[in-house]
């Protein structure tokens, strides 16, 4: 199988280019044409000569995402659902301004992203693992998720249309246009596990950083895990400054163990020791991520263990009402009862924040449109005859 142009590193195609003989500074046109102007096809890239065009498709692929649907919530939070080639599906969501959400300051607009189809972890409240793991997602796959919102947003789409199901637009035909961002943070917390994917993530978050690239910065980016310790240790040991955030929901081990299996394999004392490795490396805060789950992990003595571990390892929690998952009994906490865990964390000198849900009027809970899409779509071949 052909590589895809959008898993090529410029030195890569630097050096395929300079084995035709090509000049060098045509790389440069090819990664503007992918990265800045959003060009499908070949044909579009009109500054290069036909017969480089015609090498350039015959040694590299060019799939890009097909949008299947779209949802727009109130407060203009889009998910999107993607279908990648083999059919499976995927979903990303564009989550509109919010001030420090995981960056420093305003976010303006973040960007989550799925690295699997699926999800093997099999979190209890999660809607990501309920139609089982089926693969990794490709260097190319986890790219273009951050590239075709670009497209999607040159060819029209903009964050104040928020009209749920409303279909958008195919990006125009015609040449695209020069560069406009509307990405400014990525958060790598969509379907399946990142660090399960490790070596195509960090692959695919290289090629989104880099200048030449999706030129996010790396500090605005970040990566959630649910406590795969060898690899957060292997994180902390890289040269960039992505920022991690540990998908906790639990303070105890008693906790996570009911909600995530993965704590069975690796328990919070192996976590925090993983955890405290990465912020000394890096220098750099960490963040939990705490679902508040009714009756589960809300009560105020969970607040306890959970700002002794924020402590311990520099970290700020972001608090996270649930959203309510078809078929899962989990319920979200009142909204007194959000606001009493929050005012417990900040007495114990934690810096927490509770997470307004963005989103919480469409199905935004992780997996959610992509488990309601198949089975849509599933329905008539069930059906007997």
């Not at 919530?73 to 959400?101: G, M, Q």
């Not at 695209?176 to 695919?204: C, F, I, K, Q, S």
């Not at 809970?365 to 007997?384: D, I, V």
Request: with cysteine; charged share 25%; hydrophobic share 45%.
């Amino acid at each position: 199988m052909k590589a895809d142009i959008k898993s090529v590193s410029e030195t890569d195609l630097r050096a395929q280019l300079a084995a035709w003989g090509e000049s060098a500074y045509r790389a440069a046109q090819v990664l503007d044409w992918i990265y800045r102007r959003g060009a499908t096809d070949w044909e579009q890239m009109t500054n290069l000569p036909r017969p480089l065009r015609e090498k350039l498709g015959q040694t590299f692929a060019h799939q890009v995402l097909e949008l299947v649907r779209q949802q727009g919530a109130r407060d203009t939070t889009r998910k999107f659902l993607w279908r990648l080639a083999d059919h499976a599906l995927i979903e990303s969501v564009l989550i509109p301004a919010n001030p420090a959400l995981y960056g420093d300051a305003s976010d303006r607009h973040t960007l989550c992203i799925s690295t699997q189809v699926g999800c093997a972890y099999g979190c209890k409240f999660c809607a990501s693992g309920l139609d089982g793991w089926k693969r990794n997602l490709r260097v190319e796959e986890i790219v273009d998720q951050a590239l075709a919102v670009e497209r999607l947003a040159r060819a029209g789409f903009r964050m104040t249309d928020a009209a749920p199901d409303a279909a958008m637009a195919a990006p125009a035909t015609r040449p695209p246009a020069p560069d406009t961002r509307t990405v400014n943070n990525l958060v790598v917390m969509g379907m399946g596990e990142p660090l399960a994917n490790y070596d195509n993530l960090l692959a695919a978050l290289r090629l989104l950083n880099a200048p030449w690239g999706g030129g996010i910065g790396a500090r605005k980016i970040t990566i959630s895990t649910s406590g795969l310790v060898p690899e957060i240790r292997r994180l902390a040991a890289e040269p960039e400054q992505f920022r991690l955030a540990i998908s906790l929901h639990g303070a105890t081990d008693a906790v996570r163990n009911r909600l995530m299996p993965v704590n069975r394999k690796y328990p919070l004392a192996a976590l925090a020791d993983a955890g405290d490795e990465y912020q000394r490396r890096k220098g750099r805060m960490i963040t939990l991520e705490y679902i508040l789950i009714a009756g589960v992990n809300d009560a105020l003595e969970e607040a306890a263990p959970l700002a002794a571990l924020a402590r311990r390892l520099h970290a700020k929690v972001n608090l996270i009402p649930y959203n309510a998952v078809e078929g899962l009994p989990w319920e979200r906490p009142a909204e007194a009862a959000q606001e009493r865990f929050l005012a417990a964390l900040e007495a114990r000198g934690v810096t927490a924040t509770l997470r307004r849900e963005k989103g919480h009027d469409i199905d935004a809970a992780c997996g959610q449109l992509r488990l309601k899409t198949g089975r849509e779509l599933a329905a008539p071949a069930e059906r007997p005859a």
